[in-house]
């Protein structure tokens, strides 16, 4: 094809033109199965424990984020894994009126929590935390992998971290949706989104104008 000087295309075809060879597609890490970890964590100052392992995994691998992910992605997004038996750490989730995650930023408590739980993360390219404890409310994430060092080894890894436990299987506090969803499930679309890679879906709102004038940044701009 070639454009003419009024700026019209013209089309042609030529018989001695042959594709000879494609380059192999390439799986995007993104894509396929997501191999999971899920450890559960609680504290000396936590309530009683909201669900087992059971009923945690059945929830994580065969519920609505399962689904939901499915059908966003076309098919091309699966989660499986393990859910790790549940863990107390040795200190309070409230430390000095904040609420301290457990290990995000702290190498020798996520070394403990990965050495107690016995996890071979060579099986893993993500890992999720949930922590049991009224204070630790909402999730947090990487935004994609990134190198940790756990016990001496460096590992290719997303990191997520997801609380609000005590309203885990309530119905989803973000508003009403056409389908069955929990706040445990809005968290773990949301955050292992930003394990994915994902951002959030930032607007920038300029009133009436085109972009001039006084605009503000909307962290959240799609609630979808």
């Not at 964590?41 to 689904?67: C, H, K, L, W, Y």
């Not at 969803?181 to 989104?193: A, V």
Request: proline content about 4%.
């Amino acid at each position: 094809a070639y454009q003419n000087s009024d700026g019209s295309l013209n089309i042609t075809q030529d018989n001695q033109i042959q594709i000879l060879s494609a380059p192999a597609a390439t799986l995007l890490e993104t894509t396929g199965d997501q191999p999971l970890a899920v450890l559960l964590v609680d504290f000396m100052d936590s309530g009683p424990r909201p669900f087992t392992v059971a009923e945690i995994s059945s929830t994580i691998f065969n519920g609505q984020f399962q689904n939901f992910y499915r059908e966003q992605s076309y098919g091309k997004i699966s989660w499986s894994g393990q859910v790790y038996d549940w863990q107390r750490l040795n200190r309070n989730g409230v430390v000095n009126g904040t609420c301290r995650w457990p290990g995000f930023q702290n190498s020798t408590e996520l070394n403990s929590l990965f050495s107690a739980a016995q996890v071979d993360l060579t099986r893993y390219s993500r890992v999720l935390v949930l922590a049991s404890n009224p204070c630790i409310q909402g999730g947090l994430s990487t935004i994609g992998q990134s190198t940790f060092t756990i016990n001496g080894q460096n590992y290719q890894l997303s990191f997520a971290t997801i609380g609000s436990l005590d309203i885990w299987n309530q119905t989803s506090n973000r508003g009403p949706q056409p389908f069955s969803w929990t706040n445990l499930d809005r968290l773990l679309s949301h955050e292992l989104g930003h394990s994915l890679g994902l951002q959030h879906s930032n607007g920038w709102d300029c009133g009436e104008q085109a972009f001039t004038g006084d605009c503000r940044h909307v962290e959240y701009g799609n609630g979808f």
